[in-house]
């Protein structure tokens, strides 16, 4: 599975073993920022909470990945990586509204 995604990527060994500690360093700093900005809240820990955690960290991930990809030289990968994500979810709202009519 790693082997496929490598090659789908376009990436060295390094360089993927690289793109792989920005994910999970990314999502671990995500998850820690969330949580401790929701604490300083002081909501307490109901499904109202954790409906804002997820909004929160949904929110802080894109930001937390390319800090952290200038610290391990890949801010050009996760710069079109998150640039295509992005797209995505516009080009769905633009085609969803150019079929509705007026």
């Known amino acids: 599975m790693l082997k496929k995604l490598q090659s789908k ?6 360089r993927f073993a690289l793109i792989l500690i920005t ?3 990314g999502g671990s700093l995500c998850g820690w920022l ?9 909501l307490e820990k109901n ?17 937390c ?5 200038i610290f391990t030289g890949q801010y050009m990968f996760f710069k079109i990586y998150i640039k295509k ?4 979810f516009s080009s769905k ?3 969803k509204s150019q079929a509705e009519p007026a």
């Not at 990527?9 to 390094?14: A, M, N």
């Not at 499904?47 to 930001?63: K, N, V």
Request: glycine fraction near 8%.
């Open 93 to 95: 709202k633009k085609q």
């Open 9 to 14: 990527w376009k990436v060295s060994g390094w």
């Open 23 to 25: 994910f999970t360093l």
């Open 85 to 88: 994500i992005f797209s995505r």
């Open 65 to 69: 990945v390319i800090v952290l990809s």
């Open 47 to 63: 499904i109202g909470w954790f409906i804002l955690y997820i909004i929160l960290i949904s929110l802080l991930w894109p930001i």
């Open 34 to 42: 969330g949580r401790k900005l929701l604490l300083l809240t002081g």
